[in-house]
């Protein structure tokens, strides 16, 4: 069976859902698969946008979380950031990780298995249209563009403000200083204050830049309604394993069915010596 079934190949893409895109995701996801198990490939090749040839050798179509134990950590520390005081001290990370669901990690693996290496990446498209077409998280997306662009003016704004109050700093210092001094006395506490609020304004300035380079940093990353960390390659690569090579598999169902055999006659067996009895 080995050598006469066609090979089996899997492609695997992963994305990043935004705007709590990712249970569309799942749920398009398990709509594919779903045609797919049924051998509907005029359904799929519809949904793919891809021939009935090509819809027929997808075998299997299936998504699942990816995520290590640090995505887990800075998952829980934004989580936290959320949460009144009150509220965080009932929580601790391990809980966190109890109830943690797969649908909440950041990034996620598309897999497609077909007979076809080269299927999977003609689906992309296809698969990513479906979730950016949706009107919901367009609005969400347009929102988000528009607070952005709010947020940068605001900071920008207040950037030239600054700049126009340190400038004002420096020309009043300046008017101070021509000023002819009065006797031999010199008021440290004024030049001190003055020292204070330049630098409480370099501070400012420096909190604004890094409020935009975060700002920068979240445009790019939600720049899309889906995001494609790594997309299906042009080739599918070969499936091995022992659970999917039938020289494994069917030992171990014939093993399975002998000893189910054989607890039905030690069934009968006994039940004919309790009835004697």
């Keep these: 069976m080995d050598k006469v079934l066609p090979e089996k ?8 859902p935004n705007f709590n895109s ?8 398990a709509f594919y698969n779903d045609l797919a198990e049924a051998q509907d490939s005029v359904a799929l090749a519809t949904a793919l946008n891809i021939t009935e040839h090509e819809a027929a050798s997808i075998k ?21 950031r959320e949460l009144d005081t009150t509220t965080i001290k009932t929580i601790d990370f391990e809980n966190y990780l109890k109830n943690f669901n797969s649908l909440d990690a950041r990034f996620h693996q598309i897999s497609l298995i077909s007979i076809d290496n080269r299927v999977a990446k003609k689906t992309q498209t296809a698969i990513l249209g479906s979730i950016s077409v949706n009107g919901y998280f367009k609005l969400q997306k347009r ?3 528009e607070n952005l662009m709010l947020q940068d003016s605001i900071y920008r704004q207040q950037l030239v403000e600054i700049d126009s109050l340190q400038n004002l700093y420096r020309t009043v210092l300046v008017k101070e200083a021509e000023k002819p001094m009065q006797g031999t006395s010199i008021n440290m506490a004024d030049n001190g204050q003055s020292q204070n609020r330049e630098l409480a304004l370099v501070q400012e300035r420096d909190v604004l ?17 889906i995001n494609v ?3 299906f390659p042009t080739r599918g690569v070969e499936l091995k394993g022992v659970w999917n090579s039938y020289k494994f598999i069917l030992p171990l169902v014939l093993l399975g069915l002998v000893i189910f055999v054989l607890a039905l006659l030690e ?7 309790y009835n004697k009895s």
């Design 267 to 273: 069934l009968n067996k006994y039940l004919k010596t």
């Design 9 to 16: 190949y899997i492609s695997k893409m992963v994305v990043e």
């Design 22 to 29: 990712v249970q569309q995701l799942y749920n398009n996801i």
């Design 229 to 231: 960390i790594s997309d």
């Design 143 to 145: 929102i988000n563009d």
């Design 60 to 80: 299997e179509v299936f998504a699942d979380s990816y995520s290590d134990e640090n995505q887990k950590i800075k998952l829980f520390d934004e989580f936290v």
């Design 209 to 225: 830049k890094e409020k935009l380079v975060n700002l920068n940093k979240d445009r790019a990353n939600k720049s899309s309604i």
